[in-house]
């Protein structure tokens, strides 16, 4: 997939995303919020290497929309809208809702964008 804000490198069982620019300490991902929702498991679980490396574990089976049952395509936007009404009040946004960016884990959708 596309990703005009850097590249990903797969590596064994880690996924590791090199941003083309020093990630701000203001930003959401160093929030204490985002750590919140990989609790809940409602964002995927990350963390940085370096100030412009974030790693993720490799989700074992992906599923893409174009799988998806109705249910799934509920599921993924019901989550979506949740997440962003939990992350407005801290006045971030969500800046990519796309279905792309749901995962599905046991069932459980997951926004998996960082």
């Given at each position: 997939m596309r990703d005009p804000e850097g590249f990903t490198v797969k590596n064994?069982?880690?996924l590791s995303r090199h941003l083309k620019f020093i990630?701000?300490?203001d930003g959401f991902l160093r929030n204490p919020l985002s750590r919140e929702l990989v609790d809940k498991s409602d964002l995927?679980?990350?963390h940085?290497?370096?100030e412009s490396t974030i790693e993720s574990p490799v989700v074992p089976f992906v599923?893409?929309?174009y799988e998806w049952c109705d249910e799934q395509f509920r599921d993924a936007a019901l989550h979506t809208l949740a997440l962003s009404n939990s992350i407005l009040g801290s006045n971030f946004e969500l800046k990519d809702a796309s279905a792309w960016n749901i995962i599905f884990e046991n069932g459980k959708p997951i926004f998996c964008t960082t």
């Amino acid at each position: 997939m596309r990703d005009p804000e850097g590249f990903t490198v797969k590596n064994g069982d880690l996924l590791s995303r090199h941003l083309k620019f020093i990630y701000p300490d203001d930003g959401f991902l160093r929030n204490p919020l985002s750590r919140e929702l990989v609790d809940k498991s409602d964002l995927v679980d990350f963390h940085f290497t370096n100030e412009s490396t974030i790693e993720s574990p490799v989700v074992p089976f992906v599923t893409y929309p174009y799988e998806w049952c109705d249910e799934q395509f509920r599921d993924a936007a019901l989550h979506t809208l949740a997440l962003s009404n939990s992350i407005l009040g801290s006045n971030f946004e969500l800046k990519d809702a796309s279905a792309w960016n749901i995962i599905f884990e046991n069932g459980k959708p997951i926004f998996c964008t960082t």
